[in-house]
């Protein structure tokens, strides 16, 4: 029996041994498994932070050159703007002066016209045979034909 109690205490020794050693052995797997899934956490973490950094500047840049190009677009829309405003008046000044130049025009051929027909009717009345003239005229004829007035002799 005792050499049984012997046996028993040394595979109990034995087994508490290799229990402490495969305690110790899953002890260090598990902390290296531990600082390795720490590590790459961290490696994980640290690649979100740069990544996240990159996309907000790119965000910072991307809406930076936004700014930038409104502003350029309203700067451009603003010239446009004005550019297109002066061109009207300078249209708008332009048919006002044409207007003016053939108003003048007209007027000067109305003018020209009025004095033409203001000659020409003078030129009718002075030249037109009086009505009592013509009257006394065909009177005479008409005599002449009858016999009725002498004529002088030449």
């Known amino acids: 029996m005792r050499d049984y109690e012997k046996r ?10 290799e229990c402490s050693s495969i305690r110790d052995d899953i002890k260090k797997r598990l902390d290296s498994l531990e600082m390795y899934v720490k590590q790459e956490v961290e490696s994980l973490n640290e690649g979100l932070t740069t990544e996240q950094s990159q996309r907000d500047d790119a965000t910072k840049e991307v809406a930076q050159e936004l ?7 309203e700067k451009k ?36 016209i009025l004095s033409v027909i ?16 013509l009257a006394a005229l ?14 002088p002799n030449k």
């Open 67 to 73: 700014r930038d190009s409104t502003k350029s677009l």
């Open 8 to 17: 028993f205490n040394r595979l109990e020794d034995r087994l508490i041994k």
């Open 118 to 133: 203001d000659r020409e009717v003078q030129e009718l009345r002075t030249d037109k045979t009086d009505r009592s003239t």
């Open 77 to 112: 829309i603003g010239q446009l703007d004005e550019q297109s405003n002066q061109r009207q008046r300078e249209l708008r000044q332009q048919i006002l002066e044409q207007s003016k130049s053939l108003d003048d025009d007209m007027r000067q051929k109305y003018e020209s």
């Open 138 to 151: 065909l009177t005479q004829v008409a005599m002449q034909l009858n016999n009725d007035f002498e004529t």
